[in-house]
């Protein structure tokens, strides 16, 4: 698995998401893709207990520490290269996120639109 050129949504160098949890499809702290990637996780976000709640609801409990699978559960305040498509649909329902627009992976477009992006960027003009 060859991971994607590592450009975020604005064009510049993607900046490293998180590393304390270590996050990514890759789990090298940035929030890069492949083709096997299906879930595309490249936005990176910051966790709130408002989104890990939704998440839990929807049937991807984030929060739940998974020890056989070195996992600790995630905690508001905490970076998470999320799925592109669970960011959009809780953006729909009005309990996304904010996303750190240099970190997240301009594969992200593919799903969510730029606006709804900015929306939620905690790092506009500096990404």
């Known amino acids: 698995m060859e991971p994607e ?12 998401c998180g590393t304390d949890p270590l996050t990514g ?16 996780h490249t936005v990176c976000a910051i966790m709130t207990a408002e989104f890990l ?5 929807v049937g991807n409990d984030l929060s ?18 999320l799925c592109a498509s669970r960011f959009l649909q809780a953006a729909d329902e009005g309990c996304a996120p904010k996303v750190r627009l ?13 606006e709804i992006l900015h929306a939620h ?4 003009g500096d990404g």
Do not use: M
């Not at 050129?5 to 900046?15: E, H, K, Q, R, T």
């Not at 739940?64 to 998470?80: H, I, M, Q, S, Y």
């Open 121 to 124: 960027a905690i790092d506009k």
């Open 25 to 40: 499809f890759f789990r090298d702290g940035h929030c890069n893709t492949c083709a096997q990637d299906q879930g595309s």
């Open 64 to 81: 739940t520490p998974r020890p056989e699978f070195g996992f600790a559960g995630l905690k508001p305040g905490d970076p998470w290269c």
């Open 5 to 16: 050129d590592s450009i975020n949504v604005d064009g510049d160098p993607l900046a490293i």
């Open 102 to 114: 240099a970190a997240t992976h301009r594969r992200a477009l593919d799903i969510v639109s730029v």
């Open 53 to 57: 709640a939704y998440s839990k609801y």
